[in-house]
């Protein structure tokens, strides 16, 4: 059964409870990975780390969240300046160019998946990085199902979920373009303004109508 609509929700101090789980604790790309294991996770690390953006940044992200709840979300996306997002230096396709801030993670409940709520987060961060000045934003993707004899890709593939990583055909309908190829996990940009136009209002209030069942 669905219940009452889902709610954007634009993450800053006074919001930050409003996040999806593996949102609030994975430090993968947070936390230099010469001192961090693999897929590190530290709920105190990352709490940290999302209030000291929220200082310097706001917002920092964006939640997709029950109306009726003050904690927890369906879905969440985080995005900063990369200097803030030192894990990026683990992907094949790194660095992020210079001029660009990252995407970091997308974290999405598994019953909240196609339903386009992806492109909903995607939007609003695209547009809070275009009024905070940015000039890109790049983000890394992932191909399901490639094969590489890479381990270190391959962990990071195997962990796609509790990292955040994003479809490319996803990224792609948001209108990223791939800018460094890879069998696995491609670097992706678009350039800020969009020389498109984003989702209208009523779009969005149509594609968050009704949040999924758990």
């Known amino acids: 059964m669905a219940l009452p609509g889902g709610q954007l929700v634009a993450l800053e101090e006074s919001t930050l409870a409003r996040i999806h789980a593996r ?30 953006r929220c200082y310097a940044q706001n917002p920092i992200g964006f939640s997709i969240a029950e109306p009726t709840t003050t904690i927890g ?27 660009a ?8 409940a598994t019953n909240a998946k196609n339903r386009g709520w992806e492109a909903v987060l995607l939007d609003a961060t695209i547009t809070a990085a275009t009024r905070a000045g940015a000039q890109a934003l790049e983000v890394f993707g992932l191909r399901l199902d490639a094969d590489t004899a890479d ?19 996803i990224l792609e309908s948001a209108g990223f373009r791939v800018v460094a190829d890879h069998p696995v996990l491609p670097r992706l940009r678009l350039t800020l303004p969009p020389a498109f136009d ?3 209002a009523h779009e969005i209030a149509d594609l968050l109508a009704a949040v999924p069942a758990c």
């Open 151 to 169: 381990s270190t890709v391959a962990r990071i593939a195997r962990h796609a979920a509790s990292i955040g990583l994003t479809e490319v055909s």
């Open 101 to 108: 801030w990252v995407v970091t993670s997308l974290h999405i």
């Open 73 to 99: 979300a369906l879905a969440t996306c985080l995005f900063c300046p990369p200097e803030h997002a030192p894990g990026a230096a683990r992907m094949p396709t790194a660095p992020i160019s210079d001029d």
């Open 198 to 200: 984003l989702m209208a």
């Open 23 to 52: 949102a609030a604790d994975s430090v993968f790309w947070e936390l230099d990975p010469a001192a961090t294991s693999e897929n590190p996770t530290s709920e105190l690390d990352k709490g940290a780390w999302l209030l000291a």
